[in-house]
């Protein structure tokens, strides 16, 4: 896949930015040995709408075999937990209770409660998910402008109308308070890149001249509250999105792992701005298990594994045999970072185009 509006070029980034160079490697051991918690996105990662991610069930069980825990964050605001878990099991067949989910509709209602008094009406554009989590906070959801409410809140649904984003309009033209679960543009699905919450909250945003408080990825919130709920100590983030997932991982000071089913491709990768380098790269979650050879640098080359890559003239060369596909993605992607951070601009005809094997 093609990483869905991620950017054809990038230059370094600041100090502000964090370490230019990631991807370090696991150590000589398994990436599941690095985590207690492994807080992992759905969309991309387990499925893609109503298709399984291949090696999904079989990576999240030899996880869990290993002791790690996995508690689901997505951005999708539209199911509540109890529906999101029937879903997993339906299209991947992972297992998973309700207590093992979190969303952006669970995290903006804990921030939304955290600043309003309890009881609070607010405006709901969205499906049940959202509904039922602002309920939870002890809030009080209501879907009419007039009915008064003090904040609207938006997210993604599949029912999601004119008439609902017509009253969250009118709302917040009264002075309503504007939260959103958050702001992904697109959303994967199997026939590909469908419009997403942010697209959605674009149109609010075009009506009243106000733009959302979001508790959703790439913010860091969704995370915080994550970790502090399942009390995990060494929690490890996976997500298919650089700008979402990853930044959102990086925001919140936790190592990430970029899993390349989803949004963001090998290229993506090697174009990523320093806020949003992942820690670790697999091609899908059965590589949890594996280890990852940490990288060295040798003169102008870059060695991962069997794989290298260097700059040359004008552009990444990478030279790897079958069995190292993914070591060369992570080769690719110092080399590139490494051009980058110095001040070279990296386009996306310069990056060599690293193809995965079974």
Avoid at 77 to 98: E, N, W, Y
Avoid at 129 to 137: P, Y
Avoid at 263 to 292: E, F, K, M, N, Y
């Amino acid at each position: 896949m093609t990483g869905g509006g991620t950017a054809q070029s990038v230059r370094a980034g600041t100090a502000a930015d964090g370490p230019g160079h990631w991807l370090p490697g696991s150590g000589g051991q398994p990436l599941t040995s690095l985590a207690d918690v492994a807080l992992c996105d759905l969309d991309g990662v387990a499925y893609l709408g109503t298709k399984a991610v291949a090696g999904a069930a079989e990576g999240v069980a030899a996880a869990r075999a290993a002791g790690v825990r996995f508690l689901f964050i997505t951005n999708n605001a539209s199911r509540p937990p109890a529906v999101a878990a029937q879903h997993l099991k339906a299209v991947s067949g992972i297992d998973a209770a309700p207590a093992d989910f979190f969303t952006s509709a669970q995290a903006i209602a804990g921030l939304i409660a955290s600043e309003l008094p309890a009881r609070s009406r607010v405006l709901v554009i969205g499906g049940d998910g959202l509904m039922e989590a602002i309920a939870e906070a002890g809030l009080s959801p209501v879907k009419q402008a007039d009915e008064s409410p003090v904040a609207v809140v938006q997210g993604w649904g599949p029912d999601v109308d004119w008439a609902e984003l017509a009253e969250g309009a009118y709302a917040i033209n009264q002075g309503a308070l504007y939260y959103a679960s958050n702001l992904d543009a697109t959303l994967p699905t199997e026939r590909g890149f469908a419009p997403g919450n942010g697209a959605l909250v674009a149109a609010l945003v075009a009506a009243t001249g106000k733009r959302p408080v979001t508790a959703g990825k790439p913010e860091p919130t969704i995370y915080e509250q994550a970790v502090a709920r399942c009390g995990a100590t060494r929690p490890l983030v996976i997500g298919d999105r650089l700008d979402t997932d990853l930044a959102g991982a990086r925001a919140a000071g936790l190592p990430g792992v970029l899993a390349l089913t989803g949004v963001s491709d090998a290229v993506d990768l090697a174009l990523a701005p320093p806020a949003q380098r992942p820690t670790h790269v697999i091609g899908r979650l059965t590589d949890l298990t594996g280890v990852q050879p940490a990288p060295r640098r040798e003169g102008a080359v870059w060695l991962v594994g069997g794989a290298q890559a260097r700059w040359s003239g004008d552009r990444i060369e990478a030279a790897y045999g079958a069995p190292d596909w993914l070591d060369a993605v992570r080769a690719v992607a110092l080399a590139a970072w490494e051009a980058a951070d110095a001040g070279r601009e990296v386009r996306r005809e310069q990056i060599p185009v690293v193809v995965p094997q079974a």
